[in-house]
Structure formats: C-alpha cells, structure tokens
C-alpha cells in the first residue's frame, strides 16, 4: 500500500512563501503522475500543481497559482515538493498530495496539511 506524507503546512502572512513535502513510501517514478491539490470547507478538492511522469512529463498548474507556486521532485528522497510565494489569503485551504499509478491501478491521497495565509 502506498503512503503519502505531507509536511510544511502553517500559518504564514500574505506575501509570505512556504515549501510542502510529500513524502511517498515508494519509488516516485513508479507512479504516473503526483500532485497536490487543496480543498477549503464546502468546496470540492481542486487542482493546484500536477505533473506527468510519463508521457512527457508536462506540468499543469491552476491559473490561481502560476507563476507564484512551483512543483518539483526529488527521486532519492521520493519527496515531491510544492514551492508557495507570493502567498494570498485566498491560498488557505488544505493541501493534499496524490499520486496516480495504472498499474497496479491506484489512486492514493496523504492525509493533508494546513495552510493558512493571514491578510
């Protein structure tokens, strides 16, 4: 079973920067693709930052964050990161990693971790 581990939430203040780990049990490139989505109260979870590990490995960001927010990887530690700048109080929500894998087929979710940017 794959475990996803997030870390780095917190409080910050708007124009602030924050960096968010997930650390997955297994080898990153086994998945085909990892990201991090957020979810506030009430909303569905969204799309933040995703990349394609295969077929490509392109990158999609939501509008809300381009340009302020960068995903990025690192195979030794299998932690993938979420570089947040320019940070808004409208970034407060909880950020989730996912890691998709068709073979076994899987779809897995971390538990989580806060983000709160104060105006």
């Known amino acids: 079973q794959v475990q996803l581990q997030e870390s780095g939430g917190g409080l910050v203040q708007a124009g602030g920067f924050l960096r968010l780990s997930c650390a997955a049990s297994?080898?990153?490139?086994?998945?085909?693709?990892i990201g991090w989505y957020c979810q506030v109260p009430g909303k569905q979870r969204e799309l933040v930052a995703r990349?394609?590990?295969?077929?490509?490995?392109?990158?999609n960001y939501a509008d809300s964050v381009k340009g302020r927010f960068a995903i990025s990887g690192d195979s030794a530690k299998n932690t993938v990161y979420l570089q947040m700048s320019s940070l808004k109080p409208e970034d407060t929500a909880v950020y989730y990693c996912?890691?998709?894998?068709?073979?076994?087929?899987?779809?897995?979710w971390g538990q989580g971790t806060q983000v709160t940017v104060s105006s």
């Open positions: 990349t394609r590990i295969t077929s490509g490995g392109s990158t």
């Open positions: 297994g080898n990153i490139f086994s998945f085909n693709a």
């Open positions: 996912n890691a998709e894998r068709s073979w076994p087929a899987g779809n897995f």
